[in-house]
């Protein structure tokens, strides 16, 4: 049985980054080494480096006043890395709480320093995204979650700031172009739309290094990695490949307008399809709707688990959704085939006509 693989992350890769990836696991480029075997710093490395960094500089249209870094730890590290190296203690940083991952941020950011949330939208289990917000006049910078992968919502226009824009863009980073100079800073894991997990993506402004006098642990510091070069320690050699080999997959099918005409058509026919069921239902703000996540809910919560059932017995992988939340949710990364979305919207419409 062919399988669909929805998963929210770690999700579906392009078919031909895992053949490419399982062969240098063997053999990497002839050398007679297995990828999992070369050194950092050998030139072997250091080419897929710069091809990874040079992609996403192209990728993002980006010029040599941005530094793109490969770096452990996850998302999550991030929470901590960017409180730790831009807002000095007693100093207010805003943060939108648009979702669970949002709200993390924002509470590890309070670990280091004021943090005022200017938007939360918890009182609608967060079904929506605040759009208008005050900031307050002494805020270092303004951080947003570019698409919440467990809610299902999606900034569709960025908030306009007079202040460093920093942006967690794990869900949706790569899927569609954006004016990525709009922001100051841009952190992503990989395992969704960028490669295999184990590595984060952190896109960094110059510019806004170097403000606070807070000594900062060396593995956590942003412009000792600059300086470095992503290779102050040893790094996940294996994910970076993966990402690189990823980012040229994007770039050879198109790059990011192809993303967004690929992940439109996949998203449209899928909430078309939950629109014109009534056994389906979802809380989202319409205008907010993720082009990455769909989150929605049976109407009957007892046909919640037979439906789940079917998916899994016709090959839906991934499509439970977040602990915390329930119902369903269908992550359409760049990597997931238009016709996976469609058999899975063939099964929404074949069950709503067994269960109405
Ligand atoms: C938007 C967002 N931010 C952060 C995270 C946490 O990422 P990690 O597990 O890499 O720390 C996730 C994970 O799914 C996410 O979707």
Redesign the pocket.
């Known amino acids: 049985m062919k399988l669909h693989n929805f998963n929210?992350?770690p999700s579906i890769l392009p078919q031909p980054v895992l053949e490419e990836a399982a062969k240098a696991i063997l053999n990497f480029n002839d050398t007679g080494l297995s990828i999992l075997e070369i050194g950092h710093r050998t030139p072997w490395f250091q080419d897929i480096l710069n091809e990874a960094v040079s992609s996403v500089k192209q990728l993002m249209q980006l010029d040599d006043s941005y530094e793109v870094l490969f770096l452990h730890?996850?998302?999550?590290?991030q929470?901590m890395q960017v409180p730790m190296n831009l807002l000095d203690d007693g100093e207010t940083a805003a943060y939108c709480d648009n979702g669970i991952?949002g709200s993390?941020?924002s509470k590890e950011a309070a670990l280091f320093g004021n943090v005022v949330v200017v938007a939360d939208t918890s009182d609608k289990k967060h079904s929506y995204i605040q759009k208008h917000f005050d900031i307050p006049e002494n805020a270092r910078y303004l951080h947003i979650?570019s698409?919440?992968?467990?809610e299902g919502t999606q900034w569709h226009q960025y908030p306009d700031t007079n202040i460093p824009l920093i942006a967690?863009m794990?869900?949706d980073i790569f899927s569609r172009p954006v004016d990525f100079k709009k922001f100051s800073l841009i952190y992503a894991?990989a395992?969704?739309n960028m490669g295999a997990?184990g590595v984060?993506l952190v896109v960094i402004k110059k510019d806004i290094l170097g403000k606070i006098k807070r000594k900062i642990p060396t593995i956590m510091n942003y412009q000792k990695h600059i300086e470095a070069g992503s290779l102050m320690n040893t790094p996940p050699v294996f994910a970076v490949y993966v990402s690189m080999l990823t980012l040229r997959w994007i770039i050879a099918e198109g790059g990011l307008a192809e993303m967004e005409k690929r992940s439109t058509e996949k998203a449209d026919l899928l909430y078309h399809t939950l629109d014109s069921l009534p056994v389906f239902t979802s809380p989202i703000a319409k205008e907010d709707r993720s082009q990455m996540n769909a989150v929605f809910f049976l109407s009957n919560p007892e046909l919640e688990a037979p439906f789940l059932e079917r998916c899994k017995k016709e090959g839906m992988i991934g499509v439970k959704g977040y602990r915390t939340v329930g119902g369903v949710r269908v992550s359409m990364y760049n990597a997931l085939p238009l016709s996976s979305v469609q058999i899975f919207c063939n099964l929404m419409k074949d069950f709503a006509l067994k269960n109405s």
């Open positions: 929210s992350g730890g996850g998302a999550t590290t929470f991952w993390k941020a979650t698409n919440n992968t467990v967690d794990s869900s894991g395992q969704k997990a984060n």
